[in-house]
Nanobody, 117 residues
């Protein structure tokens, strides 16, 4: 199994920045990709961004508009989400996930991001 621990959420004013971190442990050698989803109150969970673990290829949701950047540190087994120009509609619980080569997906516990207007 892969265990994921997120950090870095909090309260920020609109236009501000936050950086989320997600540290992986356990079967990290079997990770295929890591990424972030988010879930706003009353809405379904949606994709934010992902990065392939070996090649570092990144993918973003269209609505990101270039404001978020995902990166990974293979030595620390950590993925980051740098969020800039935050908007109130970015308020959500952000969940880190890891996909294994065997097809399993593991989730972190989530970290709250609140953007005030």
């Amino acid at each position: 199994q892969v265990q994921l621990v997120e950090s870095g959420g909090g309260l920020v004013q609109a236009g501000g920045s936050l950086r989320l971190s997600c540290a992986a442990s356990g079967r990290t050698f079997s990770m295929l990709r890591m990424g972030w989803n988010r879930q706003a109150p009353g809405k379904e969970r949606e994709f934010v961004a992902s990065v392939s673990w070996s090649a570092g290829m990144t993918y973003y949701a269209d609505y990101m508009e270039g404001r978020f950047t995902i990166s990974r540190d293979n030595i620390r087994n950590t993925v980051y989400l740098q969020m800039n120009a935050l908007k109130p509609e970015d308020t959500a619980i952000y969940y880190c996930y890891a996909d294994e080569t065997r097809g399993n997906r593991y989730w972190g516990q989530g970290t709250q991001v609140t953007v005030s207007s």
